[in-house]
């Protein structure tokens, strides 16, 4: 997702879209946020280890 919103934003900035700068600007803040909550999501998920099972 991340590399998406970057590939977006580059697009744009290098004049290489027709995307409006600012609507491509929201869209990239939006997947990059979705991708930190996905991280968390996932890094919640995982379980405890103990240091016994080290």
Same mark, same amino acid.
């Given at each position: 997702? !991340?590399? *998406? /919103?970057? $590939?977006?934003?580059? &697009?744009?900035? =290098?004049?290489? &879209?027709? *995307?409006? #700068?600012?609507?491509?600007? /929201? *869209? /990239? $803040?939006?997947?990059?946020? *979705? /991708?930190?909550? +996905?991280?968390? =999501?996932?890094?919640?998920?995982? #379980? +405890? !280890? &103990? =240091?016994? &099972? $080290?």
């Amino acid at each position: 997702m !991340r590399h *998406l /919103a970057a $590939g977006w934003l580059h &697009s744009v900035y =290098e004049g290489e &879209s027709e *995307l409006d #700068p600012g609507t491509t600007l /929201a *869209l /990239a $803040g939006v997947l990059m946020e *979705l /991708a930190d909550q +996905i991280d968390v =999501e996932c890094i919640a998920f995982m #379980p +405890i !280890r &103990s =240091e016994d &099972s $080290g």
